[in-house]
């Protein structure tokens, strides 16, 4: 796609299916094969909403893979209320839940931290990891009776970043899931959203794994059920907004003539690639939310 | 000031007195007052520039206190060469030694690590003083024999920042200045650049401290001569932008007409506040930089 | 005193007033001036015993300055039951309280984490102080209304280590004190225990501040009422042993001939100052643990 | 074997090849199948020992695998002097090299950082792999030039701990070496010295890869060879002491009568299991180290 025709239409990049699909809306352009029921949680006065893309129509107008995608908007999840986020982690806990394979006798769950332990802002899923009661290496302690029950195996990895590996993340998760055999896979990652205003407020839950770089396809690099050969679920939140987004926000809040002027000139916004705006509280929102997934993942277990 | 005027004038908030020098120079507003010396240093391929700040309305224009700028531009900063950063470690402690108080026989300087240690792009200061070679406290060891030679003390501390000690920064700095009595305290700070271009590549050093918030006049927190009644040199290295920056900088480039609508726009940049960009490498420039720093000022002791 | 002869009667270096108690008792030797109460506190299964030691001679045979040790022994602190941790909170807070002074219309806290972010073993006091809600810096927003009820003004320091800051920690927290003027400084330290069954099981409370490198007597190093000219509550839990102490241990284990041995022999428990002895699992402690002392100073609060 | 005969042998656990030859040479007690050569490597002071467990009665009796340990004894290794680093750095380089198979065109090496990020003690493998200079993913970058030259192709994962991840680190390190297929297996862990002089100055290079827990045989767990199919040469430095070997080195110093007393008595040396000895100054130990043996291994990339 010619990059001028996508700086004119103003298509943000943001990781969240909900984003793309209120985008399709505003300009009346829903595709057959997008069903999207919002419900009111009853708790922490979250709002859910389900977004099914059904065709490949779908996909390719939402830049999003085929799957359900399951957005959570916690109002005060970026405060610091620990009963609040309490309830949210009850509430992320079912939503996985409905998007796991039927529990057998018993279930194994491997948890992928995605991201870089070292930048702030990419942190979320590694410290998510640091956090959870991970129990596969005690098996033998519980012998036989786990069969009989329902019991959820947890085990996890920090796969790290291929600037610091060499190798790309797919890879190692693809490696481990070969070997370990899980019923299913958990990737947790930082998201980029369309708008600041979702910062640190939503969850994304959805089946249709990471597709790093781009939405649509089959890539080498995927995360998915595909690739993996098991179902895999991801769970985010947004943790930045891309600093071309913030651009064209500001060119579309400036009214038409500014968004033909930024697609006239010489302005490229290339040169934001790789740049990424977030803010200076990122440190307590990755700590706080990293202990609210935890807890999720736990309460899977548990 | 008009938030509206500010917005036309497209003043792009930087911490370094070049940029803030070149925007004059390219509006044929050089004040008077405002004296620029260019050389380039024969070493590093750097360029030094050491701008004047000498009258009150070169300050106003500015938006810096009154002072000297030394601005390092190393085009190389940013990568891994080891001996390239050896030279520029070298370069910048000369530099910094220039606005030092002449020494006595024994000088005692207090390096003071500004920033966030937890946030990756606000880190540079509290990791430089990680690689210091402070030996204030083994002066016991050396005796009287410190006293003949020309003799540097060294010591350190990390304030830590506001939303976790609950203290304004300058209150802990002044409070230990006023009991350890320095010949000199050296501030080191992550900087916000006006332009991409310069992050983690250019190095300003400059006498007249830090005054948070803003550049011009006396303020409560500022950490200068004035506040601490010791000389105060300021270190710093661009490692963001400010978000409003570069949504300005795309309008100046979309031209004229873009700017005129960002103005009569509802789009509000004050949204922005507390938002700033950076790059996914931001975790190696900053150890990498800490180290160059924590270098230059290793030698001034040795 | 005689090395040999320290060596013989096997005192172990420990932090904790309540085991230097202990072994006073189990030489028949209890001083006048110590007296100890020990009550079950009904709370997480936790005995508290309050020490108090009154006399020159009690300080002098206990290694411990005059004022009163308060210890909490909670039996499953080391486990992650959250529940159980919050009611540890809760009853240390009390225990705290009743150390404090008694509150004015308002009182100001300064809380101190001493020891090394980056060594797992002394990192207890820094991230405690990371978890704290300091609310100093908020003040000129709560305005007035504060001076009607009781309200407790927090805020925090990490002072560092010498061997990374130059500057002695006392020296530090003095400056600071001397600035801000609080009603009471509170000090959070990681301590070594006498015995490894009392790491991370156990609470010590005092007002009798830290004295760095000793027990009695006035040091240029303590941070105590003395040397601060406010009330000093230290707070602290083993988290280490001292090299020497397991070897004194296994040799007292070994019987009387074992200890003759020790005494006759070269061997140099000199050569084990400066080596601690902690566990694997030290770095869950630390992380858990500071949730736990950082929800107790914030009850202070709130 | 029985725990009391281990106590009254005095067998420290030790992973340093050259200690356990040395205690075999102090009993007049080396086996067949055992040689070692001692060279002077004219570099850093440093001594070069090279010891040949060549059957299986010398496995058994040093308690290692049958293979080549070459230990590095620098005597200045501890200290901050960069250039003697940096002749540690191309020794080891060298002695890595010997062990490695012949270089074909290209090589590719996968580096596996043994430990835990977040325990001090522990963390020399981790913070080796974030200093390395990886390439793997650039290789589409270097094109088909490659072939041509001898030319080593970088990469590395931090597996992380058990307690962390529920999964054997033997399986993650497995898995990715089944599907990488690289040349060679670096393996870099922390070891435990048999003796505190040995602490941060010596270093050991081996091609028997790791079996934790136990020096000879074949265990699921082991990182070798046999496991993984294709070479392993670990490196390590002894960051730790156990705390039962300090105890035994105490009694030995104690005499003949120290030690039997130790088995006589009741006193448990299994209840030191789990705890290690460390030094206040482990946090600049494991800095400094993780460079010098990051550098050595950039060295063999080129």
């Known amino acids: 796609m010619d990059e001028k025709e996508d700086l004119l239409r103003g298509e943000n990049r943001t990781d969240l299916a909900l984003e793309a699909g209120e985008r ?31 065709s490949r129509e779908a996909a390719r107008r939402m830049g999003k893979p085929m799957g359900v995608y399951i957005t ?22 079912r939503q996985i839940r409905e998007l796991l394979p039927k529990r057998r006798d018993r279930e194994e769950l ?24 991970v129990n596969r290496h005690l098996l033998s302690l519980f012998g036989e009776g786990v069969k009989e029950d329902g019991f959820t195996v947890l ?9 610091k590996t060499g190798i790309e993340t ?27 205003n979702r910062l640190y407020r939503t ?3 959805s089946n249709t794994g990471i597709a790093p770089g781009s939405g649509v396809g089959n890539h080498r690099n995927a995360i998915n059920q595909e ?19 913030i651009v064209r926000d500001a060119f579309r809040g400036a009214g038409r003539r500014g968004g033909e002027e930024l697609n006239r000139g010489d302005f490229a916004l290339q040169k934001f690639q790789n740049m990424y705006v977030t803010t200076k509280e990122i440190d307590e929102m990755t700590e706080r ?14």
């Not at 959570?72 to 806990?93: F, M, N, Q, T, W």
């Not at 992928?112 to 979320?124: E, W």
């Not at 993996?228 to 907004?241: E, N, R, S, W």
């Open 203 to 205: 969850i994304q839950i």
């Open 110 to 133: 491997l948890v992928v931290g995605l991201g870089n332990h070292a930048v702030t802002a990419d942190a979320l899923g590694p410290r998510t990891i640091d956090h959870l009661a």
């Open 155 to 163: 085990c996890a990895i920090e796969p790290g970043v291929m600037a």
């Open 72 to 93: 959570i908007e916690a109002p005060d999840l970026a405060g610091e209320d620990k009963g609040y986020h309490r309830e949210v982690s009850g509430l992320l806990s």
């Open 170 to 196: 797919a890879e190692v998760v693809a490696s481990i899931t070969a070997r370990l055999k899980p019923d299913a896979v958990l990737v947790l990652d930082s998201l980029a959203a369309g708008s600041v």
């Open 24 to 54: 399709l809306q505003n300009e009346n352009a829903v595709p057959k094969g997008l069903r999207v029921e919002t419900l009111h949680a009853g708790q922490a006065g979250a709002e859910v909403t389900r977004a099914y893309v059904e």
């Open 227 to 245: 690739t993996l050969g098991v179902p895999v679920i991801a769970v985010g939140i947004p943790m930045v907004v891309d600093a071309a987004t």
């Open 289 to 302: 939310l990293s202990f609210t997934l935890s807890e999720a993942i736990n309460m899977l277990a548990g």
